[in-house]
């Protein structure tokens, strides 16, 4: 009977371990501009509302995609956020605060500071930013993995420089060639 229970908690730990492999590491802003300052990377931040169906998608389709959950963790600092939360957020010595949220409301709710300085006008939105915090490009809308591959490749290899027209952005995109699975 020991010998049964110890494996099924051996089995429960591993199942465990390997559902925290296959998930983002989300954290505040905050922790990823401390992260930032002891080991550079980009950001890659979701913007999205807690009534929005296309971010629910996001979270689910994308989000969970391994190839997506590898690349990101590996690469990137993920932030998760509420764009008409009530969170107080120290970014860059600034202090972003949402003062007008009604928590009585059940939908859309007031916008957060950050998300206004952030230019966000639509949801999701997932802005990039560089390894210093410098606001690299909000990209609105529903990405599919293969979709978020393009930017998350675009901005890590900083291919994003060398693009100065239209006709380099639609040859950019033309010429990339997906390597995560759908």
Not at 68 to 82: D, G, I, L, M, R
Not at 133 to 150: A, S
Not at 171 to 181: G, T
Request: aromatic share 12%.
């Amino acid at each position: 009977m020991k010998k049964i229970l110890f494996a099924l908690v051996m089995m429960l730990i591993t199942v465990s371990v390997t559902a925290q492999k296959n998930k983002i590491n989300w954290m505040s802003l905050e922790e990823a501009e401390a992260a930032q300052a002891i080991t550079p990377k980009k950001i890659m931040m979701d913007v999205y509302a807690s009534w929005c169906g296309p971010c629910k998608l996001l979270d689910k389709n994308t989000f969970q995609n391994p190839d997506v959950v590898k690349y990101v963790n590996e690469h990137y600092y993920a932030v998760k956020f509420n764009a008409e939360g009530n969170d107080k957020i120290n970014f860059k010595s600034y202090i972003f605060e949402n003062p007008d949220y009604d928590p009585s409301r059940s939908g859309r709710n007031a916008q957060h500071q950050l998300a206004g300085a952030l230019k966000i006008t639509a949801y999701p939105t997932i802005v990039f930013f560089n390894e210093s915090g410098e606001t690299l490009l909000p990209v609105p809308g529903y990405k599919t993995p293969e979709q978020l591959e393009l930017y998350l490749k675009l901005f890590l290899n900083n291919d994003h420089e060398k693009i100065n027209t239209k006709e380099q952005w639609d040859l950019y995109q033309k010429d990339f060639v997906s390597e995560f699975k759908g």
